[in-house]
């Protein structure tokens, strides 16, 4: 077997029962590897006793690397989480870059699945095949950074090799549910909090060290293409504005579209814009390039203000959603301040998207006079103030006076802050929009509208192919000449996305910026040189379909029906000017065509019979248990969000 | 048939477009600022301008295919005038071969920025210039 390393590693940690279990090559072969690999091993966890709180010892966290993660080349170096989240209570998973994956597999290891919760502060120290439960008590409190370093410093000297750390910070012990988990500072595994689920299980850190090579099932073959790809990378449009810009360079190329959210999605243009894009940035904050583990694309950047009110030391700078959401969204044209919020969302653990959107959200409720300065202790929440903005971030990480209401994330700040608060919200299923707008491309807008996890542009390439380019003429579907302000063929166009993208960056976690410009032949050689199988783009296509039934039933379990497959009423609100006036997608019509294409029932299910035909028996049994009457659907208690 | 009807009437239209920019400071200055040479070559129909940002100021020239220039843009002439509308996607337009850039790729991304109040600007040019019937309501 190549590209593997052959072993899942099971910590229990109420127990403390360390396990190394080898990874069968039939389930490898059927699951390809990252979130394939974790839905199907939570879903068989969860399966006999699927109702518990998402920060409860029952639910299992699973992390998977793919067949290609530690492989060197560009855009492989990524991996998976996944866990019931607390924010949304429905599926929530993660795609992470950097150098906690390939560490893993050279440590001899595919995955971890944890399950329990520790009866005191705990870490996880990782050496080949030394696999131990350690004490974090020291830690616990500390921020990301200093664990970071901390535990490197205690591994140091067994080994010329510092080793990667992945860990939370005082928001994920603080239980914010969007808590984040960080490997080397700056890579994030952000969306639907699941670092919250390790701060209730006490889970502060996994330290990984590893001394293995991994195999190469076609060696010639893979360097060969290898090689090939190197042209197709160099000289390229979107691999040299990565390059020279980071992912910030979409502030200059999303407001040409009207992609960019403005004023909590009020607006589409800002006349001070320029002050926190790409030029701004290199200008006043970025110190140099960064890239993940064998990735030549460099698209990372690190950030540093010497001085002033928002000073930060030199460490991970802002990527384009962390800008759009403290800046744009909030009107804060200080590139200095939205490093700090960055530096603060770091050290503290926190999703930058749902913190700053939901800051964004807060200053709407203080502008509609929902909240005053008697509520936010004194700090006047206003469009634009820079100071507040980062004060509110720390206070969140703290989960300190009204911080402590926004680290419930906006929908649930909502049903407390009351009145018309949720008039302001952008969420679906509970999880705030990522920076694209639905209006400029429709297409987006039934993505973040179906999605298992909420509201999401990588879960599918559904925004590359609108958004960024990606060109897939291998794959009639998405060969199709694209209109991007039309709802018409946008929901056979999210399924093909789906379906592709769930083997393409999921799975085989590809990464959706640096390997947008591979074909999808490209992709499936790359797996097939690597692991020996032999997929075509149709089987894996097809593998792809089944494994996004898999997580869409994972959240259809925790209480994902109809009601929740909408868009809020922000986004469906035409803009009276600029590049999106009067453009709104069309939901019923692509929701409609949607639910028909996937087979699914009227509450938003998909059908026992094509979850039958998809060989997922055990999912149909638990959406339609065969001892509860016709028609009866398992249905387990769920926030309305 | 395309937009414009003829090479000439798309030289009028579109250079008279870009000598309006290079009259607009908050445009120009930024444009000289990249000491750029430019050539824009389209087709259906077929025109070639080039813009000459490396002096004191713009100088736009139609039909000049012999200066040498750091960046070469070749596209329709509809996607042309699409993208002053600011109804192009640059990137899909660049993966889809519907554009083609040669050149620096970071400086060409720098006059992103510049350029952004031309597509406002646009719509009312032909507009103001009797040109109406081009415009895309």
Redesign the interface.
Known sequence: MGGYAGRILYVDLTSSRIEGKPLDLEFARRYIGGLGFGARIYLDLIRNRPDFDALSADNPFVLMTGPLTGMRMHAVARWTIGSRSPLTGFWGDCNIGGFFGAELKFAGYDGIVFTGEAHTPTYIAIEDDVVEIRDARKYWGKDVYTVNDGVITDHKGKSKKPGQVLGIGPAGENLVRFASIINNKGHVAGRTGLGAVWGAKKLKAIFVRGTGKLKVAHPNRFNSLREDLKHLYD?N??I??LR??GTA?HM??G???GDIPIKNWQRTDWDRI?EI???AYGEKILTRNKSCYGCGVGCKREAEVKEGPFSFDKGPGPEYETIATFGTMCLNPSIESIGKANDICNRYGMDTVTCGSTIAFAIECFENGLINENDTGGLKLTWGNSETIVAMVEKIGKREGFGSILSEGSARAAEQIGGNASDFLTTVKGLEAPMHDPRAAHGYGLAYAVTPRGACHTASPIYSI??????QPEIPELAEE?S?MSSEGMAKLNIACQDFGMFFSNCAVFCNLGAN?LMASHAVDLVNHVTGFDYTIKEVMELGRRIWYLKRGLSNLFGARAKHDRLPRRLLTPMETG?TKGSVPDMDLMVKEFYKLRAFNEKGIPTKEILEELDLPELAELLYPSSSPPGHLHRLTMPDT | MGVFESSEKFEEVLVGFFRNLGDTPSIANKLLASKLIIRFTYSDPDLVVLVDCSGDKIDVRPGDKDTKAEVEMSMSADIAHKFWF??V????????RQMV?KGP??K???L??AI?PS?AMYPKYLEEQGYSKYNIH
């Open positions: 000289g449009i979107t040299e504005g020279a810009f360079s200059d190329l407001i040409i579209s320029d894009g790409p030029i609108l958004g960024l380019g990606m060109y694209i991007e410009i590049p | 600011g109804k996607n640059l990137m899909a337009a660049l993966t889809r850039a790729i970071p060409i991304l720098n992103l920025p952004k597509y």
